[in-house]
């Protein structure tokens, strides 16, 4: 489950006051910004003739005052052999990046690196402009090497982790938000760090870590909606349903239109034997996502339980039409089967993140074969992560209570949960789809 949107916030002139790159990686209300990166600051030993600085001076004035276009033009009037030129070809990569031109904005960092090759603030500057337009790798590599030339470079440790993180790259983008914690020069914004900390565990499905993280973030942010959905599902997946439930009812009461959180609780109504309440969640997460399949199919499964004929009608034409429309466009059921078989050849390979990110994706698109769930519970389990799997398989038996081989993998996952390591070996192997 997602817990935002990620997308960028393209370079707006309006926003230039702080580096104009008014970027926003991962849904952040934090921009990418330092000031006149690589052209704010001019060391004593550059400076330069007094008509290139009051050229400067006066360009910089128009990007901040939102006209790039005019300091542009005012700009190509400089002497680019004289003093200075380095700052002049980056302010002009800033102010063409501005006006959404990448290739020719690239060219002018490239120049202006040149004549300075050791000035970290340009590379900050040329990397918030790689990152606004979506070119990650040379992003990442301007961002790291203005890192290298100087470490406390305001905003360069913050924004490499969030190109990081929008990358995919969770784990790297986490390691530099620790960096930057440490840093003692470091002036970050403490709530936009633990938002990119938080964020990066949840992904990485580190849970406690996610719980922590995000309740630092209620600290500055009292009323944050994702931060109690993103703890409610932490508990959740480690099978504490007490304390997941209050987390995702706060999460819903800021935030009704988040279709996710209705799901899990639903499930979570469900397995305590709250049949209408888990009703009423499950017809909510379907109102707002009417082709999210499992969603109806708990409710399909509710209704022929209880014996509501019309209601359950309803529901199962209702998923046989969604079926049908994931059969148009390619098939689901296939698709399914590859990425589980796929997840136990990694399994095989020894890796077991990649096999789980496997099972997982196979188990969303075909939600009423159960096997692929049952091979994610039974890798969290060979992941000394059985608290996790518990959480599954329970999922499963809400559905269907007699199933036998779920319930000989629910038995073995609790003596492990209970400290008897040795019943790992009794577990049964991963399960082919054909």
């Not at 707002?288 to 209880?306: G, K, S, T």
Request: charged fraction near 25%.
């Amino acid at each position: 489950m997602s817990l935002f949107d990620s997308h960028y916030r393209p370079i707006s002139p309006t926003n230039c006051h702080r580096v104009a790159v008014g970027l926003a990686i991962l849904g952040m209300t934090g921009q990418l910004s330092c000031p006149l990166i690589g052209v704010a600051q001019t060391s004593p030993r550059a400076q330069h003739a007094p008509s290139t600085s009051a050229l400067l001076d006066q360009a910089k004035r128009l990007v901040q005052g939102g006209d790039p276009q005019g300091a542009l033009s005012l700009l190509k009037q400089a002497d680019l052999h004289a003093p200075g030129a380095s700052e002049i070809h980056a302010l002009k990569g800033v102010c063409l990046a501005l006006l959404a031109k990448p290739i020719e904005s690239a060219e002018e960092f490239d120049q202006a690196i040149a004549l300075r090759p050791n000035y970290a603030p340009t590379y900050l500057s040329s990397g918030l402009a790689f990152a606004n337009f979506h070119d990650l790798d040379r992003a990442s590599a301007r961002l790291s090497t203005a890192l290298r030339l100087d470490p406390h470079l305001p905003g360069a440790r913050f924004n490499y982790a969030l190109v990081l993180a929008r990358a995919g790259k969770y784990g790297e983008s986490e390691a530099q938000v620790d960096i930057a914690f440490a840093d003692k020069q470091a002036k970050e914004s403490a709530l936009d760090l633990w938002r990119l900390k938080a964020r990066d565990v949840y992904y990485q499905k580190k849970w406690q870590d996610t719980i922590d993280a995000y309740r630092k973030v209620l600290e500055f942010q009292p009323n944050w909606p994702e931060a109690y959905f993103a703890i409610g599902e932490a508990f959740y997946c480690l099978n504490l349903p007490q304390k997941s439930m209050p987390e995702l009812e706060k999460a819903v009461a800021l935030d009704p239109e988040k279709f996710t959180a209705h799901e899990l609780l639903g499930k979570l109504y469900q397995d305590a034997g709250r049949q209408q309440e888990a009703i009423a969640q499950f017809e909510e997460a379907h109102r707002l996502q009417p082709n999210d399949r499992e969603a109806i199919y708990r409710l399909y499964r509710i209704y022929v339980h209880n014996g509501d004929t019309i209601n359950s009608s309803r529901l199962q034409k209702e998923l046989q039409n969604s079926v049908a429309r994931e059969k148009a466009e390619s098939d689901g059921e296939a698709r399914a089967t590859i990425l589980n078989n796929t997840g136990i050849e990694l399994e095989k390979k020894g890796d077991l993140t990649g096999a789980l990110d496997h099972y997982d994706q196979a188990a969303k698109i075909d939600v009423a074969n159960v096997v692929f769930q049952r091979n994610a519970a039974l890798l969290l389990c060979k992941m000394g992560r059985p608290q996790e799997a518990i959480r599954r398989l329970r999922d499963i038996l809400s559905l269907d209570s007699d199933d036998a081989e779920t319930l000989q993998i629910l038995a073995v996952a609790n003596e492990l949960a209970a400290g008897d390591l040795d019943k790992e070996t009794t577990l049964p192997a991963a399960q082919a789809s054909h």
